[in-house]
């Protein structure tokens, strides 16, 4: 079992940035796949971005050029660099770990 746990979250404005973490309880190094979700208020949770065990990312249109996946193996942590954050992007953030890890989450609000 590998728990997974998110910080980093809280309150920006329009137009600013934040780093999410994701630390995990065991290796990542051979983990296949990485990566964030999220889910606003009313809605489905949806894919940010993956990250595969050899570093290449994948990310949601919504979010390309604006959020980046990194990975540090040596600490079992992944990030979520988000910049240029909209209101649009309001939501609790999950870390996933495949097959089916999920971290317990961590608020973003993105003020207009």
């Known amino acids: 079992q590998v728990q997974l746990v998110e910080s980093g979250g809280g309150l920006v404005q329009a137009g600013g940035s934040l780093r999410l973490s994701c630390a995990a309880s065991?290796?990542?190094?051979?983990?296949?796949?990485m990566g964030w979700y999220r889910q606003a208020p009313g809605k489905e949770r949806d894919l940010v971005g993956t990250i595969t065990s050899i570093g290449i990312t994948n990310y949601a249109d919504s979010v390309k050029g604006r959020f980046t996946i990194s990975r540090d193996n040596a600490k079992n942590t992944i990030y979520l660099q988000m910049s240029s954050l909209k209101p649009e992007d309001t939501a609790v953030y999950y870390c996933y770990a495949y097959p089916s890890y999920w971290g317990q989450g961590t608020q973003v609000t993105v003020s207009s």
């Open positions: 065991a290796s990542i190094f051979s983990m296949a796949r």
